[in-house]
């Protein structure tokens, strides 16, 4: 594996680069340490950091830009004539890459060499059988042409691979021979290196920024081109969502966005009741023991991954639901996976989140408050109910709304427990979907990433980003406008 | 006497002894208040209970799985023709070539046991997995000189047989079953009753790898949990050190300006998004725009870095924090530069808080599915353990979450059984990791 050789090649040099450069500083000053602007591993640490910095930014970008560049290259050799009516050019791009790997596979297991592989004729019985040792199989039939553009594909890969690892390693080269260069006495070595390490903590923190980005420009841009491909007033309007791979995809949201509010509601009623209730009692009456016991116990539950309440929805509740009231019991329910079970689900995985943040609000109360209540004569419940819920009731609010958000967004338990029929129905113990379960279903078919079938997922993921987004800043918006400030 | 009587029936209507009316009542309230929390918390430990119940109940027995020990007569004239003794050469005798041995020693135990029964030889096959015969091939072909001997064989048992002993499987529910008949059961009854058949641990479900959708008595979680392995050091590896480095710039560097503002509202806005929309990230900028190779664990290991982040950054700003600035002033004091007050006296001591902050996101991390289904880490059946270092990150593999996700959608009942088992291997290390991490913060917690 070339790259990690790569990497390994200039680690190893930013390695030598730390005790060269130290060493030639001490040495420079005859091991006179004082002599030396700054501490002698800051002279070891400016070559460190001159070699490996450029070099594996420059390898990083290069790592992302080649396969676009690639890509262009060869998508220009493809003219019309390939790309008959059923076919567009995704498609044929597709072919030209998975013969390409093909034939990388081919190589690496000894069936071809990479000069036979270079000047293969077209003759599709023998590429496929030839690939076929390989342990490749090739979809459609290979063209000439398809076969000339992986070649070119491989080619320039090739050569993009050591073209990348001659420029790192010069890059890295010329770092090293300019930083001992710099290397003397008089060289401000701490203030250097200081400077660079102020700019990786910079970029570091950047990071998240890149990473909103990248989220909102990865919905933005494929939803966009959903929409050019099915009308925005469609998807938004209509009441049935039926994808069929074939085409003639009928693909409204709102069933959806019924499945994940009604799913959601459910969930809520379980958990902000006996979430809340749980957070006053471990505030307010329990014991120092039962609350060092009660409280990480409950959230243990928040610990615990979604898979696992997928799984229990799916085999434990669900079936249980379903001798309640399915056909052997109150014969409401048809199948095991339903609204009713995910919700359920759903709600216990909410308890801790409400009950632990509710908890942090009630404690947030003044006691001078409780205090005064009590020299009224209240008792305990009169000042919680008068006193201290309508104080903590913004915190409250926010707490519920952060639980909404984190239920709406909420995948594995939907995806196992509540079915996949999308419809709209008041009734929850029939199945229903939601926006997230979709999502999954839409993106892990074979779809080709073209197709208004898989595109809708990105819209689907915008939708669901917009509104987990918005419910976050609109609880932030309550807590910061309504909270009381105490002291 | 009778003054006593007499101040009995004064008491008035009103008094500070005697509780009145809507006292009482007001008490009641104050008891049932307190009742509805007692019952919230209990309905809540009451959910625990039952959820790691039947975690237990269910998954316990997919860690002991049925043999059945049969003496096998291993003939060399079938088995190595050429009499050489070669493993290359005898490897031409296929697993084909195996299983009528299997079947035909099973066939002679149970009439050497005089179990009277209808079922022919070659209809045994419905009692031992199919890759059983290839177990069979493996340990001969690693020992030649097994040939000629009679050697006592642990045949793993189908699914189907290892259902019947766990009681996933009775008469009743193999009535519309094709691959096994009560006959076979009856065999099986009367093989016990021998104790020729017997449930042992199952070594090879935390060892082995995932097998095809007709041998879930095969499965195991060993390659899913080295795909979730590599998933992590690429976590770790990269959320740590870029973690790390985020919080100090906010906590000790950042001047008050726009882009710190904006920065901090992203990370906040991160921690909230949903984790499937990290998912449609990787998939659209690690493996449509840089494609990255799918269900690879690097891809993973990406897309979970960016979740953890912020969960690492905001524990680390937490210990930053909690370091006391009277610490930072004496280093300056002594005259070193800011960089190194942070680098060589802060950071040391907000260390243990970090780690704990850490270890608790990576095992967010090492639970989350939604991400990996979108990378195509699902539905990848995970049979090969990795080769190397480089393949271990490149090559596709599945992760443990996604590989229990896996096998709850797949038909067979005995899947739900080594789903649940995943369970309880994939809580173990859970547990684990938060014992750790809760261990750090007690032992290293230092209150200024």
């Known amino acids: ?487 | 006497m009778t003054d006593a009587t007499q101040a009995g029936s004064m008491v008035p209507a009103k008094s500070i002894i005697s509780v009145d009316d809507r006292t009482k009542k007001r008490h009641a309230a104050e008891k049932r208040f307190q009742a509805y929390g007692i019952a919230a918390i209990a309905t809540g430990v009451f959910f625990l209970i039952f959820l790691l119940g039947s975690i237990l109940f269910n998954g316990v027995t997919a860690f002991q799985q049925t043999f059945i020990q049969v003496p096998i007569y291993l003939n060399p004239m079938t088995l190595d023709p050429e009499g050489n003794r070669d493993p290359a050469e005898m490897a031409k005798v296929s697993t084909f070539g195996y299983a009528p041995i299997l079947e035909n020693s099973m066939a002679s135990m149970i009439e050497a046991q005089g179990i009277e029964t209808d079922v022919e030889p070659d209809g045994l096959d419905a009692l031992f997995s199919s890759s059983a015969a290839a177990q069979l091939r493996n340990r001969v072909l690693s020992n030649p000189d097994l040939l000629g001997q009679t050697i006592d064989f642990n045949i793993l048992a189908t699914s189907r047989v290892d259902g019947y002993f766990k009681g996933r499987v009775s008469r009743e529910s193999i009535a519309r079953d094709r691959s096994i008949d009560a006959e076979h059961l009856d065999i099986v009854d009367a093989l016990r009753e021998e104790g020729s058949v017997v449930k042992r641990f199952n070594l090879a479900f935390i060892t082995g790898s995932d097998a095809s959708e007709s041998r879930p008595e095969q499965a195991g979680m060993g390659v899913a949990m080295m795909g979730s392995l590599y998933m992590m050091l690429v976590v770790l590896g990269l959320s740590l050190p870029i973690g790390v480095f985020a919080s100090i710039y906010l906590e000790e560097f950042a001047p008050k300006n726009r882009l710190t503002d904006i920065i901090e509202v992203n990370i906040s806005n991160l921690a909230a998004v949903p984790s499937i929309v990290f998912g449609i990230l990787g998939l659209a900028v690690f493996i449509q725009f840089m494609e990255f190779p799918q269900s690879a664990p690097l891809v993973g290991g990406l897309v979970l870095t960016l979740m953890t982040l912020p969960t690492i950054i905001i524990a680390t700003r937490a210990a930053l924090q909690s370091v006391p600035p009277s610490i930072r002033d004496a280093a300056l004091g002594v005259g070193a530069s800011k960089m190194q007050s942070v680098f060589h006296h802060v950071l040391p001591l907000a260390m243990p808080g970090i780690l704990t902050g850490t270890i608790i996101g990576l095992a967010q991390a090492l639970g989350e599915t939604a991400p990996l289904l979108l990378i195509g880490m699902v539905g990848y059946v995970a049979t090969n353990y990795p080769d190397g270092i480089a393949s271990g990150f490149m090559d596709p593999n599945s992760a443990m979450p996604a590989q229990i996700y896996e096998w709850a959608k797949r038909a067979d009942p005995a899947y739900y059984e080594r789903a649940w088992g995943g369970i309880i291997i994939l809580l173990v290390f859970l547990f684990a990791m938060n014992a750790i991490a809760i261990l750090l913060r007690r032992k290293f917690e230092r209150r200024w």
């Open chain 1, 1 to 487: 594996m070339p790259l990690f050789w790569l990497i390994g090649i200039v680690a190893l040099m930013a390695a030598a680069g730390y005790v060269l450069g130290r060493g030639r500083a001490v040495s420079g000053v005859d091991g006179d340490r004082r002599r030396l602007h700054s501490l002698p591993s800051y002279y070891g640490m400016n070559v460190t950091l001159k070699v490996a910095v450029p070099a594996l930014t420059l390898m990083i970008v290069w790592l992302i830009a080649q396969p676009i560049f690639v890509e262009m290259r060869v998508t220009g050799m493809i003219d019309g004539a390939a790309i008959s009516d059923s076919r567009n050019a995704d498609l044929v791009m597709s072919d030209v890459r998975r013969l390409a790997f093909g034939l990388d596979r081919a190589i690496d297991q000894g069936v071809l060499t990479s000069s036979e592989a270079a000047q293969l004729q077209v003759d599709p019985g023998a590429i496929r059988s030839t690939l076929g040792q390989a342990g490749v199989a090739l979809g459609s039939e290979v063209t000439e042409q398809v076969l000339r553009a992986a070649q070119q594909y491989r080619l320039l890969a090739t050569r993009g691979a050591w073209a990348m690892s001659v420029a790192v390693l010069l890059l890295a080269g010329g770092g090293f021979l300019l930083a001992m260069r710099q290397t003397d006495a008089e060289f401000r070595a701490r203030n250097v290196v200081e400077r660079a390490v102020h700019l990786i903590l910079i970029s570091a923190a950047c990071i998240a920024i890149l990473t909103t980005l990248g989220i909102v420009l990865s919905l933005v841009f494929n939803t966009v081109e959903f929409f050019r491909i099915y009308p925005a007033s469609e998807f938004f309007l209509s009441t049935t969502w039926r994808p069929s791979f074939g085409g003639g995809s009928q693909l409204g949201i709102l069933p959806l966005i019924w499945g994940t509010l009604y799913i959601s509601l459910i969930a809520l009623i379980v958990a902000v009741p006996i979430g809340l209730f749980a957070a006053i009692y471990l505030a307010e009456y329990a014991s120092k023991e039962v609350r060092g016991i009660a409280k990480p116990a409950l959230e243990i539950l928040a610990g615990i991954p979604t898979i696992v309440y997928g799984l229990f929805a799916l085999l434990t509740v669900g079936p249980l639901l379903m001798r309640i009231f399915g056909d052997g019991g109150l014969g409401w329910m048809q199948a095991s996976t339903a609204v009713m079970t995910a919700g359920l689900v759903m709600g216990i995985m909410l308890i801790p989140f409400v009950s632990s943040l509710s908890d942090d609000v009630i404690n947030a109360v003044p006691q001078s408050m409780r205090d005064g209540s009590y020299g009224l004569g209240a008792t305990q419940s009169e000042t919680i109910r008068q006193v201290i819920l309508p104080a903590a009731l913004p915190g409250i609010v926010g707490a519920v709304l952060l639980a909404a958000s984190r239920a709406i967004g909420e995948t594995m338990i939907v995806v196992l427990g509540a079915g996949a029929a999308a419809r709209i129905s008041g009734n929850p113990f029939e199945s229903m979907t939601t926006v997230t379960a979709k999502i999954v279903s839409q993106l892990t078919g074979d779809a080709d990433f073209g197709s208004p079938e898989a595109l809708v997922a990105f819209a689907l993921g915008m939708t669901l980003f917009v509104l987990t987004l918005g419910l976050n800043v609109f609880a932030l918006y309550i807590v910061r406008t309504y909270r009381e400030q105490y002291e």
